[in-house]
Nanobody, 118 residues
Framework: VQLQASGGGLVQAGGSLRLSCAVS????????MAWFRQAPGKEREFVAA????????YYVDFVKGRFTVSRDNAKNMLYLEMNSLKPEDTAVYYC????????????WGQGTQVTVSS
């Protein structure tokens, strides 16, 4: 499985961004696609996940109501819609694939930078 994340950028607090992740290779209905992030000086943390088959979603508490994870199985795409962004959301965002919603993940994309200015 190969993953290619895109869509990051610079946005003001309160703004929105949509991250995309192109998925190639084999995927399984039992697998999970997830977004993680890593801020400077901090460990990488789970953000959101979706089951490739069925579409069940999972979120970390601090993004619930602001972020939405979705996928398009036909296009092999994973998305993360981020609204009401805060400066503390600044991080490199990674898409990942595995067999557990919150990890450990087996495959990782290269990351895309999201910077939220105050």
């Amino acid at each position: 499985v190969q993953l290619q994340a895109s869509g990051g950028g610079l946005v003001q607090a309160g703004g929105s961004l949509r991250l995309s992740c192109a998925v190639s290779g084999r995927t399984f209905t039992s697998s999970f696609m997830a977004w993680f992030r890593q801020a400077p000086g901090k460990e990488r943390e789970f953000v959101a996940a979706i089951r490739w088959g069925g579409g069940s979603t999972y979120y970390v508490d601090f993004v619930k109501g602001r972020f939405t994870v979705s996928r398009d199985n036909a296009k092999n795409m994973l998305y993360l819609e981020m609204n009401s962004l805060k400066p503390e959301d600044t991080a490199v965002y990674y898409c990942a694939a595995g067999y557990a919603a919150r990890g450990p993940m087996d495959y990782w994309g290269q990351g895309t930078q999201v910077t939220v200015s105050s």
